[in-house]
C-alpha cells in the first residue's frame, strides 16, 4: 500500500538514509540537475515519492556524485569515460612490446583498485578446458 504522496515501501526511509550518508553529493546533484535544493524535499515544494524516483535515477546514472558516493567511486565516470579508459589500456598494450605488457598500468578508474583487477593466468591449458566443455556438450 502507498503511502502518503504516492511512495511506497521503503522510499522514505531510504531517501532519509542516504541523505544522511551523502549529504554533499545529494545537494549538488539535486542543484545541478533539477535547480532546486534538498531541502525542497522537506518544505513541501516536492513530495517524497518524486524525491525517491529522482533519487534512485541518479543513483543509476554513473555520471552523477550520488552514483560515485553509493558506489565508493573517487568521482563520477561516464560510461564514455570507462570506453576510453579501456581504449587506452589496449592502445598501450598494442604498442607495448611483449615482454614489458605485464609492467604497463591501466588507465585509472575512480572506483578502489581491487575492483577490475586483471585476471590470474590460467592453471589449464587451452585443450583441457575445450574438451571439458566439449564433454559437456558445449
Given at each position: 500500500m502507498a503511502a502518503p504522496g504516492g511512495c511506497a515501501g521503503p522510499?522514505?526511509?531510504a531517501l532519509l538514509d542516504l541523505i544522511g550518508e551523502h549529504p554533499q553529493a545529494l545537494s549538488y546533484d539535486w542543484?545541478?540537475?533539477?535547480?532546486?535544493?534538498?531541502?525542497?524535499i522537506f518544505d513541501g515544494r516536492m513530495t517524497y515519492a518524486e524525491a525517491w524516483r529522482l533519487t534512485t535515477e541518479l543513483a543509476a546514472d554513473p555520471t552523477s556524485?550520488?552514483?560515485?558516493?553509493?558506489?565508493g567511486w573517487d568521482h563520477p565516470f561516464?560510461?564514455?569515460?570507462a570506453i576510453l579508459a579501456d581504449l587506452f589500456?589496449?592502445?598501450v598494450a598494442a604498442n607495448t612490446e611483449p615482454k614489458r605488457?605485464?609492467?604497463t598500468r591501466p588507465y585509472p578508474r575512480p572506483w578502489p583498485s581491487d575492483q577490475?583487477?586483471?585476471?590470474?593466468?590460467a592453471t589449464v591449458d587451452q585443450s583441457t578446458v575445450r574438451a571439458a566443455l566439449a564433454a559437456r556438450g558445449h
Open positions: 522510499g522514505i526511509r542543484r545541478v540537475r533539477f535547480g532546486l535544493p534538498l531541502e525542497a556524485r550520488v552514483a560515485a558516493a553509493i558506489n561516464s560510461q564514455e569515460a589500456d589496449v592502445t605488457r605485464n609492467q577490475g583487477q586483471r585476471s590470474k593466468p
